[in-house]
């Protein structure tokens, strides 16, 4: 079976989807003080619209006034279909029709704000950024940029829109970075009570769990014929599971999923952020336990535990040592111009001509780079988590590529890594991560409310 192309997702999800990273006091630029924060790229974006997502309608005219600018019909009904797919794919109930006009239409209008917002404060998202973020999602989708390129096209979207409504979205990470992280505090009575909760919590509610999903998708109003090719295709998937096949390469071949591309494992998560239909296809199955074919408006998903955790506090983790050099956007400093600097200083570490510590003292615009850019031993969630992932990624001895975060433009070694156990301290330091993604959360809700309430908003025709 070939790989689908774009399976739809919802590209609202970007922003509303995001996770806050916490991040501790050190190196300037990557561990700013507990005021600090970042807002984390979500995985939202990982696959792209499908071409009944981007076909053009016959007419069009608009349904709501933000400040001064308008919503259309159009892209009400575009991010329906693409919040529509994207619940069928995770196997979630989506809403009635009327709720879900009246969720998508109200999303947009805080979309419009947040972009607004960050035009005033004159935030920009430079060019480098969106192609870090074009070349994620087309990395995800296990195709280039430029197969991403043809296929949008296919689709009816236009390389240049897709860009745009990527700025759009960086954007507004870049306002709430801006104008919500100066609120958070997390106290040690916050982690003692977060502590406290825990003990106290239902153990169902204290559950964390890592599942992966293999979804073979099954047409709305399938025939019987079609339901039968797709059963047929699930449980030669399963057979070869249950025969030690490898879960990482049967999702990347078969899996319609959005997180096909990720070998098909949606992350470890609090029980009750999964779909209610896997959690209980799961109920007493053992960590590496396979279940399925099980239906879904979606299609057939396989599905398998791989972790499950009780909430609170971690025993063992795993700590990178790493060093970097940092580069900062400026007045006559793109961040396009940083990285190509970065990549000028890369060949001539990997050419012997000097080392990373000598050019770590000499450029790097970093509080660490009177020690060669040494950032020492860190735990998981200390650092932004653009740099984080790419950090991940590194074996030991590798150098990366330029990576943009907030701070700046980044060239980062991975010097070694190791397992570790926590002491006291650690783990206190990990609740209080946990604790501060759980503050910011509420602190965005707080700031969107105030300026949703600030702005002016006139509404037009219902959606149709």
Do not use: C
């Not at 924060?37 to 005219?61: E, H, N, W, Y």
């Not at 997390?186 to 003990?199: C, H, M």
């Not at 850019?373 to 790419?390: H, I, N």
């Amino acid at each position: 079976m070939t790989r689908p192309l774009f399976r739809p997702a919802a590209l609202a999800a970007l922003v509303s989807a995001a996770l806050l990273a916490p991040l501790g006091a050190g190196a300037q630029g990557l561990k700013p003080s507990a005021a600090s924060g970042l807002t984390r790229l979500p995985a939202a974006v990982t696959t792209l619209p499908s071409a009944k997502d981007g076909a053009p309608r016959q007419a069009d005219f608009i349904v709501a006034v933000v400040n001064s600018d308008p919503i259309t019909n159009n892209e009400v009904q575009r991010r329906i279909e693409r919040t529509l797919s994207q619940l069928r794919n995770e196997g979630a109930t989506p809403p009635s029709h009327e709720v879900l006009v009246q969720q998508v239409l109200e999303h947009l209008i805080q979309e419009k704000i947040q972009i607004q917002t960050g035009h005033e404060m004159g935030l920009k998202v430079d060019d480098f950024a969106v192609d870090q973020a074009e070349q994620s999602v087309a990395r995800q989708n296990g195709v280039s940029v430029a197969t991403m390129h043809q296929r949008l096209a296919e689709d009816g979207i236009s390389a240049s829109a897709f860009r745009e409504e990527l700025r759009n979205q960086l954007l507004m990470l870049r306002v709430r970075e801006r104008d919500v992280e100066s609120r958070v505090r997390v106290s040690d009575l916050d982690v003692d009570q977060y502590l406290r909760e825990q003990k106290q919590a239902p153990a169902t509610q204290a559950l964390e769990l890592n599942i992966g999903n293999i979804l073979i998708g099954v047409p709305e109003n399938a025939t019987p014929a079609q339901l039968a090719e797709r059963q047929a295709i699930a449980q030669e998937v399963l057979a070869k599971i249950k025969a030690g096949g490898n879960w990482q390469e049967l999702a990347q071949q078969y899996s319609q999923a959005p997180d096909a591309a990720q070998g098909g494992v949606m992350g470890m998560r609090p029980a009750d952020r999964y779909p209610q239909l896997f959690t209980d296809a799961l109920a007493g199955t053992a960590v590496g336990g396979v279940v399925g074919p099980v239906r879904s408006p979606a299609g057939l998903h396989i599905l398998k535990l791989i972790n499950k955790e009780q909430a609170g506090l971690m025993s063992m983790a795993e700590e990178n040592h790493a060093r970097h050099i940092l580069l900062r956007a400026q007045p006559g400093r793109s961040e396009r111009q940083a990285a190509q600097e970065l990549m000028e200083l890369r060949e001539r570490i990997v050419r012997h001509q000097a080392t990373f510590e000598q050019l770590a003292r000499e450029y790097s615009q970093d509080g660490s780079a009177a020690e060669g850019g040494d950032l020492g031993w860190a735990l998981p969630g200390r650092y932004v988590p653009e740099f984080e992932q790419v950090l991940d990624s590194l074996q030991p001895g590798q150098i990366s590529e330029p990576v943009a975060t907030r701070f700046g433009v980044h060239l980062i070694e991975l010097i070694a890594r190791r397992e570790v156990k926590l002491t006291q301290r650690q783990q206190r330091d990990m609740v209080r991560d946990v604790v501060r993604e759980k503050k910011l959360d509420e602190a965005w809700r707080n700031w969107m409310q105030e300026a949703r309430a600030r702005a002016y908003v006139e509404y037009r025709e219902p959606p149709q």
